[in-house]
């Protein structure tokens, strides 16, 4: 499946943002959709993820609370709302899709879409 990922951009911290990742060319069944993220000089990392067709979302302990992930079946898209932004979201956000959520959070053998970048301003 060809991801495209978009919504990055620049904002204050306590701000929000959306991110959103179509899908072209299929639907996202059966996969698990997910967002994983890479701050410079820093291993990636992984967000969020959702499975396509029971909507079951996972939070990292790190954006819990403040991010949510679903999915929206009739635009193809999984769409990542960031809220109460902090300086340490900043990254390059990649949303990917894998066999189950498990690959999601290892980022083992996923689809990727290109990187947007989030940055966050104290």
């Known amino acids: 499946v060809q991801l495209q990922a978009s919504g990055g951009g620049l904002v204050q911290a306590g701000g929000s943002l959306r991110l959103s990742c179509a899908a072209s060319?299929?639907?996202?069944?059966?996969?698990?959709v997910g967002w994983l993220r890479q701050a410079p000089g820093k291993e990636r990392e992984f967000v969020s993820v959702?499975?396509?067709?029971?909507?079951?979302?996972y939070y990292a302990d790190s954006v819990k609370g403040r991010f949510t992930i679903s999915r929206d079946k009739a635009k193809n898209t999984v769409n990542l709302q960031m809220n109460s932004l902090k300086p340490e979201d900043t990254a390059v956000y990649y949303c990917a899709a894998g066999s189950g959520t498990e690959a999601v959070r290892n980022g083992n053998g996923l689809s990727w879409g290109q990187g947007t970048q989030v940055t966050v301003s104290s």
């Open positions: 060319g299929r639907t996202f069944s059966p996969y698990a």
């Open positions: 959702i499975t396509w067709n029971g909507g079951v979302p």
